[in-house]
């Protein structure tokens, strides 16, 4: 346990004083961009830990992995963000345990979404995910795509537009990954000139977020830089998942 402590703490500091340092040198101010933690394969103890250091925002990317996390955690008040791509079976589980959700790319999830959204919760927070690079194999909806998907979400009752997510392209030509911060950023402007109210960019990770907050990022998902090189879940969780799907 204290080998734990003294990684994930002086990590998320290191995190932390990275974006303000980043964040500064392009004429903005820290508390101008959020940290999300992106959780994925570590286990609740490891976010217990990131909590108990300062952080209270995390990302997770595959539902039956974070609703075990979920509900182990559920003693903390932590906001859970679902961050992965959304199967249609799926999105009940996900409208029901999760506050915010980055990845809604087509109408029918977005359906999906409000329909199962209790009305005794707050309305879910969404960001419409972008597909920037054009990748086949990439999930978000088309550039071209965003304006009349944006127009059908804020029609749906229980959810509440708050802005725009994307990945990049996996490249080191740094260039390339400004230009498709810099296209997302720009369908953001777009969309507020149109007269959407939105407050969101959610883009940069642990490899490319100093360029995704001079590209005007507002979140920053951040995995490996917090908890270190991803690892595979324990026996234990596995069964606990494997439990899960079987519901």
């Not at 990770?205 to 830089?225: H, L, P, Y």
């Amino acid at each position: 346990m204290t080998t734990i402590v003294s990684s994930i703490a002086p990590s998320l500091q290191a995190v932390n004083a990275r974006v303000a340092r980043v964040a500064q040198s392009v004429g903005r101010q820290p508390d101008e961009i959020t940290l999300l933690a992106a959780s994925k394969t570590n286990p609740a103890e490891r976010v217990r830990e990131a909590w108990l250091a300062g952080q209270t925002i995390f990302g997770e990317n595959y539902l039956q992995e974070a609703l075990v996390k979920i509900s182990a955690l559920a003693d903390l008040p932590i906001e859970w963000h679902f961050i992965g791509p959304i199967q249609s079976n799926k999105t009940k589980r996900i409208a029901e345990n999760f506050a915010w959700v980055h990845s809604v790319d087509r109408e029918k999830i977005a359906d999906r979404l409000s329909k199962d959204r209790s009305e005794s919760l707050p309305p879910l927070q969404v960001c419409l995910q972008v597909n920037v690079s054009g990748e086949d194999n990439k999930s978000g909806v088309a550039p071209e795509e965003v304006a009349s998907l944006a127009a059908h979400i804020v029609r749906l009752p229980r959810l509440k537009l708050r802005g725009l997510m994307a990945v990049p392209e996996l490249t080191t030509a740094t260039a390339l990954q400004r230009d498709q911060f810099h296209m997302l950023r720009e369908l953001f402007d777009q969309l507020m000139r149109d007269g959407y109210e939105l407050d969101t960019l959610s883009m940069g990770m642990s490899e490319d977020m100093d360029i995704a907050i001079a590209e005007g990022a507002t979140m920053v998902r951040v995995g490996t830089a917090i908890f270190g090189p991803r690892r595979y879940l324990i026996p234990e969780e596995l069964a606990a998942l494997a439990a899960l799907a079987a519901r």
